[in-house]
């Protein structure tokens, strides 16, 4: 029962569909200490997320999943984004990213390539699809000393 996708072309940046179409770090990481997984029901879509972790930095992520393209594509670059970070770092970084979304904040500098979904904040319902693996990765972090 997945929703239409809608037909916006700000919902649609190219990055956004670049990284639907390339995900980067899709998979299983052998050595991850941390895991949880999440779904937002209204849209269908099921995110994974699992994370190595180096002396409280993450030194690597990777996820599986199944969904929209906002959702599969917010997966992507969340990995991409949060490697090398600090728990302290990707949960500002989590914040400052709802708040675009949810709030309609302008893009916080540190948010970088994920300016692209700004234009999300518009949609409402996609919103969560966005969030999801943000979520996810919060409950993961959960578990970190
Ligand atoms: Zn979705």
Known sequence: MAIPE????EL???????????PRNRGRLPGAALRAEGANPVCGDEVTIELEMNDGRIARAAFEGQGCSISQASA???TETVAGKTVAEVR???????????NGEPP??????LEAF???SKFPVRVKCALLSWKV?????EGAA
């Open 108 to 113: 916080a500098p540190e948010l970088g390539d």
């Open 6 to 9: 809608p037909q916006f072309d």
């Open 92 to 102: 500002r970084l989590a914040d400052a990213f709802e708040r675009m979304l949810v």
């Open 137 to 141: 990765l919060q409950r993961a972090l």
């Open 12 to 22: 649609y940046r190219e990055l956004i569909l670049q990284h639907y179409r390339h």
């Open 118 to 120: 700004q234009g999300v």
């Open 76 to 78: 992507s670059m969340l």
